[in-house]
Each structure stands twice: as C-alpha cells, then as structure tokens.
C-alpha cells in the first residue's frame, strides 16, 4: 500500500479594479472543478498587493492565508520555465507580464509547478500551482 503524497497547493489570481469576491470565486470553483479537492487542498492564496482588499476576501472564503507581491517580484517570476503564459496587456497595466500564475509560483518557491494555467474570467484570471 502507498502512501499518498501531501500537496501544497497555491491560487494565483490577477484582477482589475472592477473584479469582485463573486467573480473570483466563480472561477476558482469552475476551474478547479476538473482537479480532484484542489480549493479544500489550497494552502495559500496569492495576488497582486494592489489587490489586497479582494485579496484578503478572497482568502477568507477559501479558508487560506493571502500571501501578497508587488509587481516586481512577479516579473521576477514571470522569467521562470515554469511560467506557460504571459500578457501583454498585463505588462502595460501592472508592471509584470504575469500575475495569476506568477503569483501562484511565487507563493510556493522555485520548486512550484502549474497545476492549472492562466484562466480568464470576468474581470480577473486564476492559476493554480502545487509542490508535491
């Protein structure tokens, strides 16, 4: 019998400023629908600290801690092999060419891989990164 692996799980979010707590959740929940237990496995959740008002909503709802960056620490990221997408339209709004998945990454370490790339939703995108 094998022993089943812990995973450690990271949300990575990005969003403008009209996103609200129901639209994040509603692409969260609708993303991760396909990845057995991946919210009630969720240890953190990661965004922009620009976003830090949605951010710590967003954490609440899912039971997480909000780990919070600046743009420049993404864009340190976004240079990972790890990273699968990148947004021009981000890099001219914030300063980073990545943040749903950037921030996912970043909260988890150089180790981290993407579970679930770049989704767009209303308002805001999602990523979903694990360690294992």
């Given at each position: 019998?094998?022993?089943?692996?812990?995973?450690?799980?990271?949300?990575?979010?990005?969003?403008?400023?009209?996103?609200?707590?129901?639209?994040?959740?509603?692409?969260?929940?609708?993303?991760?629908d396909a990845v057995a237990n991946a919210v009630a496995t969720t240890d953190v959740v990661?965004?922009?600290?620009?976003?830090?008002?949605?951010?710590?909503?967003?954490?609440?709802?899912?039971?997480?801690?909000?780990?919070?960056?600046?743009?420049?620490?993404?864009?340190?990221?976004?240079?990972?092999?790890?990273?699968?997408?990148?947004?021009?339209?981000?890099?001219?709004?914030?300063?980073?060419?990545?943040?749903?998945?950037?921030?996912?990454?970043?909260?988890?370490?150089?180790?981290?891989?993407l579970v679930i790339a770049r989704v767009t939703g209303r308002c805001c995108t999602f990523?979903?990164?694990?360690?294992?």
């Open positions: 019998m094998s022993e089943e692996i812990p995973r450690v799980r990271a949300i990575g979010f990005g969003a403008n400023s009209a996103a609200t707590l129901a639209d994040v959740l509603a692409l969260v929940r609708a993303t991760t990661a965004t922009l600290r620009a976003r830090e008002p949605l951010g710590y909503e967003v954490a609440a709802a899912l039971g997480c801690k909000l780990l919070l960056f600046s743009p420049d620490e993404l864009a340190r990221t976004a240079t990972s092999p790890a990273l699968i997408l990148q947004s021009p339209r981000a890099l001219a709004a914030v300063g980073t060419p990545s943040v749903a998945e950037a921030a996912a990454l970043a909260a988890l370490g150089p180790q981290a891989r990523a979903l990164a694990e360690l294992s």
